[in-house]
């Protein structure tokens, strides 16, 4: 059977999801078609040359171990490892620099810059959310008033600032390589994670598959998730190409199965 690494962080606790349960639920899957270890991303130097694939999944935020995260991407490029996702993306792999440049490109997408001289391109509103670059998980999050943010430096660009938007509900698009699995919505916007099916329309669809052809992911999971402001328009919130929950355990029977099968299939051409 084919050997395969698979990353995860079992204790790592995020608000409203239950990581362990996800990939618990997973490897209990995959174990039937491949020979399985689980490791703490921490500790998979001395496994990784012994696999012919590493799946990086629910390892929690990268920054809480970044000098070891990017050991670890060393050690891919030189040893050729083999790992799912690719790392190839340019999304949140690489943080949030991605949301200001789809921004100048006139992407619908929530308009964001790094700067206070570039103000203008955002809409005038009462508050502002401001968030680390290469932060994850709303870690570092601040909700600003214009006043508070102009007393800021921003001039060390490390931070990305946007107009805290009252929109309707939040709805996130799962992809496997190409192909959307299934869409699911938080129809309480107060509870991003208690989530429900959400029947896509087609320009749903095409809206989220803009962002996955605008990305350079060859392969992995990636979720697309955005909100619905009050006239009726979709917008990026983010796009999440390293490590994205899946909410899997919340579907229903059929569309976890089909996810299951699929994921199963994309391993073993890999």
């Known amino acids: 059977m084919r050997k ?21 639920y997973i490897t209990s899957k995959l174990k039937e078609h491949f020979d399985l270890v689980l490791c703490h991303p ?5 496994f990784e040359k012994d696999v012919e694939l ?18 670890f991407l060393k050690r891919v490029k030189t040893n050729h490892l083999k790992v799912f996702n690719d790392f190839k ?3 949140d792999v690489c ?5 200001i440049d789809l921004t100048l490109k006139k992407y619908p997408v929530i308009p964001t810059i790094d700067n206070i001289n570039n103000l203008k391109l955002l809409p005038d509103v009462e508050k502002y959310m401001v968030k680390p670059k290469n932060g994850a998980d709303s870690v570092g999050l601040k909700v600003l008033s214009k006043k508070e943010l102009c007393n800021i430096d921003f001039s ?29 919505y938080a129809p309480d916007k107060n509870k991003r994670w208690n989530l429900k099916k959400y029947e896509y329309s087609k320009e749903d669809l095409d809206f989220s598959k803009k962002f996955i052809k ?21 917008l990026l919130v983010e796009l999440e190409d390293l490590n994205p ?8 029977d059929v569309t976890r199965n089909n996810f299951i099968k699929d994921f199963t299939e994309v391993i073993s051409k890999l």
Do not use: M
């Open 245 to 252: 929950y899946l909410s899997i355990l919340e579907v229903d």
């Open 95 to 99: 943080g949030k620099q991605y949301l």
């Open 54 to 71: 590493i799946i990086f999944r629910n390892t929690g935020s990268v920054i809480n171990y970044k000098k070891e995260y990017e050991a």
């Open 156 to 184: 060390n660009e490390r931070s990305i600032i946007q107009p805290f938007i009252d929109f309707e509900y939040e709805v996130s698009f799962y992809f496997l390589n190409n192909k959307l699995e299934y869409a699911l």
């Open 89 to 91: 993306g340019k999304a």
């Open 4 to 24: 395969i690494l698979y990353l995860t962080d079992l204790y790592y606790e995020a608000k409203g999801r239950q990581y362990h349960k996800e990939d618990l």
């Open 42 to 46: 921490l500790n998979s130097k001395s």
């Open 214 to 234: 605008w990305n350079t992911t060859e392969y992995g999971i990636q979720r697309v998730d955005a909100c619905r402001t009050k006239d009726g328009k979709l």
